[in-house]
């Protein structure tokens, strides 16, 4: 027998009595035992909104049932209560979704399982929580040999280990990677170390916003494996010395603006790469140049890892999302969305056409200037292997800046791609070690 979980939700009609005539209908199934059933929770529809709300729930079974048996006969209970083909994210009188068949890592052309979405979706997490805490259990390592012990557990079940440093204060930003190194990996660890290496002696480090209690429930809702949240001492222990330098790539952009920052960076990313000794590791396309330098430092220093670079996530008015967002006034917070919107009317100008960068730049630096007391360390375009500054648009550049907003740095990018008779701008959602983005 298998153990499976099933979702299952309902917005057309009578939602509970729709779950209801599901659930009974599994059950008289031969071969399936259901051993539990979560709460319903009520929740708002995602994607097309113009819709009743959902009610959602989970359902844990074992079955004899080959996986694409169980869903074949899923199909036929939507079937029987009523369901039609609607559009994508459209209202449906049932829903019924195989989210986790044992350990069975399972991808045709109609079933993928882990199901591809679960971990992005609220709405499933938390009733697969009611029959399934055991999902949902995660460690608090709080030193570097109970953290090597725990890899060597994970390595000895011959489990794949996705890894997500952070410095903590966690937003959707970051439980993106959460998510991505869910879908591809056994076992995930995420790190929270601020960092005091990489910030400079008039820098925030004291200051910058810490709440574990907060970011552990978030990734308790996530569900990863453990959290490594080591302290300074244990990190740079007295009479520590040793620094990992990356030379070029490190000294434009932020790096000019920051002496030192990405020495920190690529130290503590290279000691902690040492400690988890991750397959994968995931990083934002927020911090492009950053990225970079891990990437760098994999292939110089012959690290056996992937990294992959996940996509901006952005407020609904376009803002990245930061932990240093917190530092925002109301009108400061207002102003910012200034960055956003001009890398994206710089993006439009490319695809009209627009080959001459101090034009773009230019054009950029007027629309930030208009909010009289930004002020800007850097608007730039450049290689997006070398970091160099281009002249003109001759295949994929990034756009990057860094601006402040009172006491508050923010920095943002954009990526786009112009070629003789091609499509002239596009976003890449990032790259892996090895590979051009």
């Given at each position: 027998?298998?153990?499976?979980?099933?979702?299952?939700?309902?917005?057309?009609?009578?939602r509970e009595k729709?779950?209801?005539?599901?659930?009974?209908?599994?059950?008289?199934?031969?071969?399936?035992?259901i051993?539990?059933?979560?709460?319903?929770?009520?929740?708002?529809?995602?994607?097309?909104?113009?819709?009743?709300?959902f009610?959602?729930?989970?359902?844990?079974?074992?079955?004899?049932?080959?996986?694409?048996?169980?869903?074949?006969?899923?199909?036929?209970?939507?079937k029987?209560?009523?369901?039609?083909?609607?559009?994508?994210?459209?209202?449906r009188?049932?829903?019924?979704?195989?989210?986790?068949?044992?350990?069975?890592?399972?991808?045709?052309?109609?079933?993928?399982?882990?199901?591809?979405?679960?971990?992005?979706?609220?709405?499933?997490?938390?009733?697969?929580?009611?029959?399934?805490?055991?999902?949902?259990?995660?460690?608090i390592?709080r030193?570097?040999?109970?953290?090597?012990?725990?890899?060597?557990?994970?390595?000895?079940?011959?489990?794949?280990?996705?890894?997500?440093?952070?410095m903590?204060?966690?937003?959707?930003?970051?439980?993106?990677?959460?998510?991505?190194?869910?879908?591809?990996?056994?076992?995930?660890?995420?790190s929270?170390?601020?960092?005091?290496?990489?910030?400079?002696?008039?820098?925030?480090?004291?200051?910058?916003?810490?709440?574990?209690?907060r970011?552990?429930?978030?990734?308790?809702?996530?569900?990863?494996?453990?959290?490594?949240?080591?302290?300074?001492?244990?990190?740079?222990?007295?009479?520590?010395l040793?620094?990992?330098?990356?030379?070029?790539?490190?000294?434009?952009?932020?790096?000019?603006?920051?002496?030192?920052?990405?020495?920190?960076v690529?130290?503590?990313?290279?000691?902690?790469?040492?400690?988890?000794?991750?397959?994968?590791?995931?990083?934002?396309?927020?911090?492009?140049?950053?990225?970079?330098?891990?990437?760098?430092?994999?292939?110089?220093?012959?690290?056996?890892?992937?990294?992959?670079?996940?996509?901006?996530?952005r407020?609904?008015?376009?803002?990245?999302?930061?932990?240093?967002?917190?530092?925002?006034?109301?009108?400061?917070?207002?102003?910012?969305?200034?960055?956003?919107?001009s890398?994206?009317n710089?993006?439009?100008?490319?695809?009209?056409?627009?080959?001459?960068?101090?034009?773009?730049?230019?054009?950029?630096?007027?629309?930030?200037?208009?909010?009289?007391?930004?002020?800007?360390?850097?608007?730039?375009?450049?290689?997006?292997?070398t970091?160099e500054?281009?002249?003109k648009?001759?295949?994929?550049?990034?756009?990057?800046?860094?601006?402040?907003?009172?006491?508050?740095?923010?920095?943002?990018?954009?990526?786009?791609?112009?070629?003789?008779?091609?499509?002239?701008?596009?976003l890449?959602?990032?790259?892996?070690?090895?590979?051009?983005?």
């Amino acid at each position: 027998m298998v153990i499976c979980f099933i979702g299952i939700g309902s917005n057309l009609g009578n939602r509970e009595k729709n779950i209801e005539k599901a659930i009974a209908k599994l059950r008289k199934i031969k071969n399936i035992k259901i051993e539990k059933v979560s709460r319903l929770y009520r929740t708002r529809p995602e994607g097309y909104i113009r819709q009743n709300d959902f009610l959602n729930g989970a359902i844990r079974l074992q079955t004899n049932l080959e996986a694409g048996e169980l869903l074949t006969h899923l199909k036929k209970i939507e079937k029987d209560l009523g369901r039609y083909e609607t559009f994508r994210f459209g209202p449906r009188i049932i829903d019924l979704d195989i989210l986790i068949y044992g350990n069975q890592r399972i991808k045709t052309k109609d079933l993928a399982i882990p199901h591809p979405r679960m971990y992005a979706r609220d709405f499933v997490l938390t009733p697969l929580a009611d029959v399934a805490p055991e999902l949902f259990k995660h460690k608090i390592i709080r030193t570097i040999s109970a953290m090597r012990a725990f890899i060597k557990l994970l390595r000895a079940e011959n489990k794949t280990i996705g890894f997500v440093p952070t410095m903590g204060y966690l937003h959707q930003g970051h439980l993106s990677l959460v998510r991505a190194a869910k879908k591809d990996c056994d076992k995930v660890v995420v790190s929270i170390f601020v960092n005091p290496a990489q910030f400079g002696s008039k820098e925030d480090f004291r200051r910058y916003p810490r709440d574990l209690k907060r970011d552990e429930k978030l990734l308790k809702q996530i569900g990863v494996d453990a959290i490594f949240y080591p302290g300074v001492k244990a990190v740079y222990p007295k009479g520590y010395l040793t620094y990992v330098s990356v030379e070029k790539i490190t000294e434009r952009l932020c790096g000019k603006y920051r002496p030192g920052h990405f020495r920190g960076v690529a130290t503590i990313v290279t000691k902690l790469f040492n400690i988890v000794q991750p397959d994968t590791a995931y990083f934002g396309q927020k911090d492009f140049q950053q990225a970079r330098v891990i990437e760098k430092i994999i292939s110089d220093l012959n690290i056996p890892l992937k990294v992959k670079v996940v996509p901006i996530v952005r407020e609904p008015d376009g803002l990245a999302m930061s932990s240093r967002n917190v530092y925002l006034s109301p009108q400061e917070r207002k102003d910012a969305v200034v960055l956003y919107r001009s890398l994206r009317n710089a993006e439009a100008s490319v695809k009209r056409g627009e080959r001459v960068v101090k034009v773009i730049i230019r054009n950029i630096t007027k629309e930030i200037k208009k909010i009289a007391y930004a002020r800007i360390d850097y608007v730039e375009m450049a290689d997006t292997e070398t970091l160099e500054k281009v002249d003109k648009i001759n295949g994929e550049v990034v756009i990057a800046l860094a601006v402040w907003f009172g006491k508050t740095r923010l920095i943002d990018n954009i990526l786009v791609m112009a070629k003789p008779n091609c499509r002239l701008a596009r976003l890449r959602s990032g790259g892996q070690a090895g590979i051009k983005w």
